[in-house]
């Protein structure tokens, strides 16, 4: 079973930028799509950004197209999530989870998560 562990967040001002990281214990890395999403206070989980096994297939949820880029490196065992023209509303929690198997799936397979990591942006 694949373990996650995030890093990287923290207090930026808006407009600013933080890249998260996802590092796996697993060998197999390469066997899972990863996907991150964040929960903010009050409200539910939501999904950010999608990539597949090699990270030839990616996806975005609309409030962060255009910002937001994920990609990954398998010889680390590492997905990342580079955020750029922080806003307030992406203050929360950021998690990144794992999925086994090709493609990038529906958020309810992603099975395997992380601990979180906290992503405050000041107005």
């Known amino acids: 079973q694949v373990q996650l562990v995030e890093s990287g967040g923290g207090l930026v001002q808006a407009g600013g930028s933080l890249r998260l990281s996802c590092a796996a214990s697993e060998r197999t890395f390469n066997k899972y799509a990863i996907g991150w999403f964040r929960q903010a206070p009050g409200k539910e989980r939501e999904s950010v950004s999608f990539i597949d096994l090699v990270g030839r297939s990616s996806s975005y949820v609309d409030p962060v197209k255009g910002r937001f880029t994920i990609s990954r490196d398998n010889a680390k065992n590492t997905v990342y999530l580079q955020m750029n023209s922080l806003k307030p509303e992406d203050t929360a929690v950021y998690y990144c989870?794992?999925?086994?198997?090709?493609?990038?799936?529906?958020?309810?397979?992603?099975?395997?998560w992380g601990q979180g990591t906290q992503v405050t942006v000041s107005s």
């Open positions: 989870a794992a999925r086994l198997g090709y493609g990038l799936g529906a958020p309810d397979e992603y099975r395997y």
